[in-house]
């Protein structure tokens, strides 16, 4: 998991307030941050298509049973029978299922669809607890500093030893079989790949934000606040967090495809999410074993999963790119 280094992410401080900028006829017209943020971001056709893209893919996935009715699909866990051939084999695509069906006579399309909806919770769910965890600890660490910046610090260093694919399949196969863990009361699921995805990779954000932290706390902003008698939470809430939010938008937009790649890897092995629940990695797994024959059940879920992380990772280069000229190709 690749995530950009603290010096990417730093914003120029040139840019901390409002920017100027020659119009015509010689004047000066203040630009804000904001309003530069946008304008560079507009420079990016990728993104821009991109956010095209995954809005329309977030609408399909809310309104999946109204996209499924209007092209006729009978829905992801419905078998029709009649739509195997005389051997009791999958049909390709056709008019009655433009993607085909799998080998329960199940339609690829609806499947494909509702495949989105699982995708995009465990992303952006897991996205959100991960980063709130991480910049929890990152803050406390970066601001407090000794035994408490020692101990975030080793526990990272020891999470980060530990090769966290294995971890997630460890944790995620304590509770993908049988009636689950913790006694029962934790099943097999969406939750758990959720919070397998959270536990293993919440120690990025925390570092990224430590070491920006660790700068910001230095700043003559927090030491005017120090002064005037700011208590450290006012600190922490007032001065310090709103200075994080371009490496937290960052961290979060180049996260949510990786996630997203998560999910369907942990799946794919038989250790995330459990049928019949649609999900992308899982219809990749079931298709590797007929690719030959069966071509269309691998290619679609494929095709959604490569261009929903490809969307997201223009996206995530374009704010990356926005935030932090600097880091902007030449």
Same mark, same amino acid.
């Given at each position: ?75 992801? @866990? ?35 669809? @509702?495949?989105?909806?699982?995708? !995009? ?5 897991s996205t959100a607890i991960t980063t709130v965890i991480g910049v929890f600890l990152g803050l406390f660490a970066g601001y407090y500093r000794g035994w408490v910046d020692t101990l975030v610090s080793r526990t990272v260093d020891a999470w980060l030893a530990i090769p966290y694919l294995l971890l997630a399949i460890g944790l995620a ?30 120690? @990025? ?22 002064? !005037? ?67 269309? @059940? ?33």
């Amino acid at each position: 998991m690749s995530v950009s280094t603290t010096s990417d992410l730093e914003l120029a401080e040139a840019e901390a307030g409002a920017a100027v900028e020659l119009v015509a006829g010689g004047d000066i017209a203040a630009r804000s941050p904001w309003e530069l943020f946008v304008r560079r971001f507009r420079e990016d056709k990728f993104a821009l298509v991109s956010i095209g893209f995954l809005v329309l893919l977030v609408l399909v996935a809310i309104f999946a049973p109204v996209v499924c009715s209007l092209v006729g699909a009978p829905g992801p @866990y419905k078998a029709d029978t009649n739509a195997l051939d005389l051997f009791g084999q999958p049909t390709g695509p056709s008019s009655a299922h433009l993607f085909g069906v799998d080998q329960l006579g199940r339609d690829v399309f609806s499947r494909v669809v @509702y495949g989105a909806r699982v995708s !995009l919770l465990v992303a952006f769910v897991s996205t959100a607890i991960t980063t709130v965890i991480g910049v929890f600890l990152g803050l406390f660490a970066g601001y407090y500093r000794g035994w408490v910046d020692t101990l975030v610090s080793r526990t990272v260093d020891a999470w980060l030893a530990i090769p966290y694919l294995l971890l997630a399949i460890g944790l995620a196969s304590a509770c993908s079989f049988g009636t689950g863990c913790v006694g029962g009361l934790v099943k097999p699921g969406v939750p758990v790949v959720i919070a397998v995805i959270a536990l293993t990779s919440w120690t @990025y954000p925390a570092r990224i934000i430590r070491g920006q932290v660790l700068s910001l706390r230095e700043k003559e902003f927090v030491d005017a606040a120090r002064s !005037l008698g700011a208590s450290n939470r006012r600190i922490i809430v007032k001065e310090l967090l709103p200075n994080l939010a371009a490496p937290i938008i960052v961290f979060v937009t180049t996260f949510v495809p990786t996630a997203i790649l998560f999910e369907a890897a942990l799946s794919f092995l038989g250790v995330g999410v459990q049928p019949p629940t649609p999900s992308w990695g899982q219809m990749i797994s079931d298709a590797s074993l007929n690719i030959q024959s069966q071509w269309w @059940y691998m290619l679609f879920p494929g095709l959604a999963l490569l261009f929903t992380v490809l969307a997201f990772n223009f996206v995530g280069d374009a704010m990356t790119d926005a935030l932090n000229p600097r880091t902007r190709k030449s």
